[in-house]
């Protein structure tokens, strides 16, 4: 029986709303948590972190939990702005394109829906990206 923390469904509701309104992204569930990708390429991915699991997670949020992160995707030199060298971002180290987010009761989720279409835009194809850009 898995005894891992989920995420808040209400999270999860809102962060469906947004990844699922782009051309052609799909969810599916991760190794933990839950992704939404384009193309098969993984453009925000939500998890909760207890415990110090999963320990790439803690040590990249430095955080033991209970906490619900996302990560997604931005151009590394956007990433460079001192905004995501503070919590709640974090930096993660296995992607020079990705930025995490501890997500809580404060997020701004209008705030949020542009990071993620940013996310998307990182890594759709052009012609998807030209879908976005009209809306």
């Given at each position: 029986m898995n005894d891992r923390a989920i995420v808040p469904q209400d999270f999860l509701s809102k962060l469906r709303l947004v990844c699922l309104d782009l051309p052609e992204a799909y969810e599916e569930e991760a190794w933990v948590g839950t992704r939404w990708c384009i193309r098969k390429k993984n453009f925000a991915h939500v998890l909760m972190i207890e415990n110090g699991w999963p320990p790439a997670y803690a040590k990249a949020a430095g955080l033991e939990g209970p906490a619900c992160v996302l990560t997604f995707r931005f151009s590394p030199r956007e990433l460079e702005s001192r905004r995501f060298a503070r919590y709640p971002f974090f930096r993660p180290v296995w992607?020079?394109?990705?930025?995490?987010?501890?997500?809580?009761?404060?997020?701004?989720?209008?705030?949020?829906?542009?990071?993620?279409?940013?996310?998307?835009?990182?890594?759709?194809?052009?012609?998807?990206?030209?879908?976005?850009?009209?809306?």
């Open positions: 992607w020079p394109n990705i930025v995490g987010l501890v997500l809580n009761d404060s997020v701004d989720w209008d705030e949020l829906k542009d990071l993620l279409t940013q996310s998307y835009c990182t890594l759709a194809p052009k012609k998807l990206i030209a879908i976005v850009l009209e809306r």
